[in-house]
């Protein structure tokens, strides 16, 4: 079981950037499709980007290609979303997950996350 712990939210202003850290425990980190994921309020998690285990694949949302970035530091157990030009719609709360990168579905259980606010 791969613990996950999110941080680097924040409050921005719309045009601003933020990035986004996932440390994982576990030695099976490494072999893991991982995936950052965002909840609105009153919404369900949404799929926002997917990295494969070795990093060479990456896949992202419409609504973020171009302005975020993901990657993975496996020798750090880390995942990180690199969030540029943010837009008040970003605003939720961010989680990383395991992801099945073909149905961008998430496979593990919610860690707290960690909450971006986009402010126009």
């Known amino acids: 079981q791969v613990q996950l712990v999110e941080s680097g939210g924040g409050l921005v202003q719309a045009g601003g950037s933020l990035r986004l850290s996932c440390a994982a425990s576990g030695r099976t980190f490494s072999s893991y499709d991982m995936g950052w994921f965002r909840q609105a309020p009153g919404k369900e998690h949404q799929f926002v980007a997917g990295?494969?285990?070795?990093?060479?694949?990456?896949y992202y949302a419409g609504s973020v290609k171009g302005r975020f970035t993901i990657s993975r530091d496996n020798a750090k157990n880390t995942v990180y979303l690199q969030m540029n030009s943010l837009k008040p719609e970003d605003t939720a709360v961010y989680y990383c997950n395991r992801v099945m990168l073909g149905n961008r579905r998430a496979l593990g259980s919610w860690g707290q996350g960690t909450q971006v606010t986009v402010s126009s």
């Open positions: 990295i494969t285990w070795n990093g060479g694949g990456l």
